[in-house]
């Protein structure tokens, strides 16, 4: 099969960091109600849209934040800040290090991908 030529564009969900210690699914829910700002929120009445995020997340039957996020499109620049504060403190260069070689498939794709231009 011939490689295709132009421009390309990966999606990928949080599964595929898990190997480099982020958080997937309902962990990473939990992890975003369980940061500082947002338990902080909880006491906070005067942030109305921001509360009402955090009571309708804790309370919900949805599994993870994206879920909960499509269904609940009132909350989506909320979530994008909640998101990101879940996840800078895990952006540190010892996390960003995969501890089993067989897992660092961010390394074998880059591998991949350079070969390809290489050779094209």
Same mark, same amino acid.
């Given at each position: 099969?011939? *490689?295709?030529?132009?421009? /390309?564009?990966?999606? =990928?969900?949080?599964? &595929? /960091?898990?190997? @480099?210690?982020?958080?997937?699914? *309902?962990?990473?829910? $939990?992890?975003? !109600?369980?940061? %500082?700002?947002?338990?902080?929120? +909880? #006491?906070? *009445?005067?942030?109305?849209?921001? %509360?009402?995020?955090?009571? #309708?997340? !804790?309370?919900?039957?949805?599994?993870t934040?994206?879920?909960? +996020?499509? &269904?609940?499109? $009132?909350?989506?620049?909320?979530?994008?800040?909640?998101? &990101?504060?879940? !996840?800078? *403190?895990?952006?540190?260069? &010892?996390? =960003?290090t995969?501890?089993?070689?067989? $897992? $660092?498939? @961010?390394?074998? =794709?880059?591998d991949a !991908?350079?070969?390809?231009?290489?050779?094209?």
């Open positions: 099969m011939e *490689p295709r030529r132009g421009h /390309s564009t990966l999606i =990928l969900g949080a599964g &595929a /960091s898990a190997a @480099y210690g982020f958080p997937t699914g *309902p962990a990473f829910k $939990d992890r975003i !109600l369980a940061t %500082h700002s947002v338990r902080q929120t +909880l #006491d906070a *009445p005067s942030h109305t849209l921001v %509360h009402a995020f955090v009571r #309708d997340l !804790l309370n919900s039957e949805f599994g934040i994206d879920r909960f +996020l499509q &269904a609940n499109h $009132d909350f989506k620049e909320i979530g994008k800040v909640a998101i &990101a504060a879940a !996840l800078i *403190p895990l952006e540190r260069d &010892a996390a =960003l995969c501890h089993n070689p067989r $897992d $660092d498939w @961010y390394r074998l =794709l880059f !991908l350079c070969q390809m231009a290489s050779s094209g």
